[in-house]
């Protein structure tokens, strides 16, 4: 995997850093490498859509992380979005 096709995606989901060298959406750079290398050219998309398949497809991010994005990206706390996540992490006991 080339590093721009990184960098592209890392700027284009991250945009603004925070005081605690965090991006805007809670995305670091480790972090958006696993995402990109888990969806490819898919990955903004995945993530503005449906943020909670990141804790279902990605080792390391649990319901917990992909709340924290899917809040920061504008997703309200009572979506059936986050209401399907919620309940599949808790029937499958996924931890934070």
């Known amino acids: ?13 991250c945009a603004d850093r925070g005081g605690d060298g965090r ?12 995402i990109y290398k888990t969806y490819g050219g898919d990955a903004i998309q995945v993530m503005t859509q449906n943020p909670y398949r990141l804790a ?8 917990k992380t992909a709340d924290a994005i899917a809040m920061k990206l504008g997703i ?7 209401v399907r996540a919620w ?6 006991g ?3």
């Open 1 to 13: 995997m080339p590093a721009d096709m990184i960098c592209q995606f890392r700027v284009r989901t």
């Open 76 to 82: 309200e706390k009572t979506a059936m979005v986050r």
């Open 56 to 63: 279902r497809d990605i080792r390391g991010i649990g319901f």
């Open 23 to 34: 991006h805007s959406h809670g995305v670091g750079t480790a972090r958006a490498v696993r």
């Open 87 to 92: 309940g599949a992490a808790r029937i499958i």
């Open 94 to 96: 996924t931890p934070g």
